[in-house]
């Protein structure tokens, strides 16, 4: 049974930067598309990054220049390196891995991926 475990949220000022990490277990393939989304109360999932397991990787427009997604050699553990971070980031942030490559479904827009973590929760005070 594939898992998803994040690691790393909390709470920080505006400004700061927080790292997160998501480590998958039960699967040891690597994963050929991986990703953020986040969710923040009331609103729906927004897409916040993705990978694709060959260096391709898809910002939304909101955190381009401030995110960005790695992933390591094996592609079973993707990160997310959160700067400037502001009030409007505060979210529940999810990582999400699919075996195949990302597009059609496998977007930030649609987000169709195959595993997802239980999601941790970003904090951001002003």
């Not at 995110?67 to 409007?88: A, G, R």
């Not at 490559?101 to 005070?125: A, F």
Request: one cysteine or more.
């Amino acid at each position: 049974q594939v898992q998803l475990a994040e690691s790393g949220g909390g709470s920080v000022e505006s400004g700061g930067s927080l790292r997160l990490s998501c480590t998958a277990s039960g699967y040891t393939a690597g994963f050929y598309c991986l990703g953020w989304f986040r969710q923040a109360p009331g609103k729906e999932r927004e897409g916040v990054a993705l990978a694709d397991g060959y260096g391709t990787t898809n910002y939304a427009n909101s955190v381009k220049g401030r995110f960005t997604i790695s992933h390591d050699n094996t592609k079973t553990t993707v990160y997310l390196q959160m700067n400037s971070l502001k009030p409007e980031d505060t979210a529940m942030y999810y990582c999400a891995a699919d075996p195949r490559r990302c597009g059609g479904d496998r977007s930030l827009v649609r987000g169709g991926m195959k595993y997802w973590g239980n999601g941790i929760q970003v904090t951001i005070s002003s």
